[in-house]
């Protein structure tokens, strides 16, 4: 054990307290950083967003809440990038498909 931890390709880390601990690589954390900088600088182009009259269409029969009305509305807002994390059972898959929907009516290609 002792051989591993005096590695030079492995990282540790720990949360604030110093409780948990995890370890990984030199490279697992260099694939990490670098999809992290493409999701930053993909943020910073605008896609064309789906229009407030067909996004009001496809969710008049959709009783979505409002965690699924703010995601719907991130997801249709003209991002290159938006990220949806709930837990399951809370409907984020619910939102795909009217997303997709809105798009295919805008002739867009969608999820």
């Known amino acids: 054990m002792q051989a591993v931890l005096n590695c030079d390709e492995l990282v540790t880390s720990a949360d604030e ?3 948990s601990m995890w370890f990984t690589s030199k490279n697992i954390v260099a694939i990490e950083e670098k999809l992290t900088d493409d999701a930053v600088a993909m943020t910073a182009y605008a896609v064309m967003a789906i229009s407030s009259d067909v996004m009001a269409e496809v969710t008049s029969s959709r009783p979505f809440n409002d965690g699924q009305a703010a995601a719907f509305d991130l ?3 003209g991002k290159r990038l938006a990220v949806v994390n709930r837990s399951a059972g809370t409907g984020p898959s619910f939102v795909l498909a009217p997303q997709g929907e ?3 009516a805008e002739g867009l290609q969608g999820m």
């Open 102 to 104: 809105a798009c295919r």
């Open 75 to 77: 997801l249709c807002g």
């Open 17 to 19: 307290s110093g409780e």
